[in-house]
């Protein structure tokens, strides 16, 4: 089949490059145009865009339209004998009339067990909500956001150390074979009879995009939900909190890497309060949790580079009663 390739993010490229070296025709990619971000007061930088590297490697066509439902993009594509269009971490939703583009529409490849976590993050919302398992599903596209019919599904348990990092990774890795499942259903289609399995809309669930507030630690939760909340946004956008200080500013610090201590339904103390420091040494310090509490092993002050607990407890003096807020 004579496919064209939509994406712009990391987590396409493992099936890009898959169905660049299968017996598939790729026609080329589509991608979002450079953004450039500020980097500082006066210099700009473009975001790598790791789809264009591969396609250019491979000498492939690359169009880069402002909007993919326009009537210029569309223009440029129809002249483009397109049999399937393959959509993964593209970053715009596709229109009826952009999906008619490809003779059997479109798939996507979408980083969840759908009907469950449709939208932007599917990855960092499965792992915050202390899923054990998540998956990839391959859908035929309708216009609707992750709604189409279900052709194809794997799933991938979420280790206890996973991150958002590492779970795309893997999950990338594993919608490798999924789509070219899916590829080879499309290719026997009719093009008209039913194909996939319909999603259940009131199973459906969303995946909101990441907000840097979603990052603020609430310390009444339990040891095991900040753990889950500290990997689902690693690297980005952070969790943090604010040590309290006497007679100085609170102190922003980015938290990195914990570990939960009192897994077994342990509740805080008589007295003590989530977000106070319970135990200090050397080398590592405990905070309570609304349940249970959290060994701080990494973390960033404001201002500071990243570094051990036992590097910040050398340069800030922590107190058994001092608090997180």
């Known amino acids: 089949m004579q496919i064209l390739m939509m994406g712009t993010g ?14 598939h025709t790729v026609l080329g990619l589509v991608t979002r145009p450079p953004r450039p971000v500020q980097t500082g007061r006066r210099s700009r930088s473009v975001v790598v865009n790791p789809m264009r590297d591969v ?27 397109i049999d399937l269009l393959v959509v993964c971490d593209y970053g715009q939703i596709l229109s009826d009339d952009s999906l008619r583009l490809g003779r059997l529409g479109g798939i996507n490849l979408h980083a969840s067990l759908l ?42 348990d979420i280790g206890d150390d996973d991150d958002a990092v590492t779970m795309e990774r893997k999950l990338a890795d594993l919608g490798v074979a999924a789509v070219l499942d899916a590829v080879q259903m499309l290719e026997n289609w009719d093009g008209t009879s039913s194909i ?50 006497l007679e100085q500013p609170p102190l922003r610090v980015a938290i990195e890497q914990v570990t939960p201590i ?38 960033q002050p404001a201002g500071k580079r990243s570094q051990s607990a036992a590097e910040f407890l050398r340069g800030y003096r922590l107190d058994i009663g001092s608090r997180f807020a």
């Not at 490697?57 to 002249?79: F, K, T, Y």
């Not at 946004?233 to 604010?242: M, S």
Request: proline letters at 5%; one cysteine or more.
């Open 196 to 245: 996939g399995s319909v999603q259940d809309g009131k199973k459906a669930t969303r995946a909101r995009r990441l907000r840097k507030d979603d990052g603020l630690v609430d310390w009444s939760r339990t040891s095991q939900q900040i753990d889950a909340q500290v990997r689902a946004l690693r690297p980005w956008p952070g969790t943090f909190t604010h040590l309290q200080r």
């Open 10 to 23: 990391p987590f396409a490229v493992p099936t890009f490059e898959a169905l660049i070296a299968s017996d």
């Open 55 to 81: 396609a250019e490697r491979h000498g492939l066509s690359v169009w880069m339209p402002e909007d993919i439902n326009g009537e210029e993009a569309h223009q440029q594509l129809q002249a483009t004998a």
């Open 262 to 299: 009192g897994l077994d339904g342990a509740s805080i103390k008589s007295g003590i309060e989530p977000g106070e420091i319970v135990e200090v040494s050397k080398e590592q310090f405990l905070v309570a949790c609304g349940e249970g509490y959290l060994r701080i092993d990494r973390l």
């Open 115 to 156: 009907p469950a976590y449709r939208g932007a993050a599917p990855i960092n919302w499965a792992i915050w909500d202390g899923l054990d398992t998540t998956g990839v599903t391959v859908i035929h596209m309708t216009a609707g956001l992750d709604a189409g019919p279900c052709l194809v599904q794997r799933s991938l």
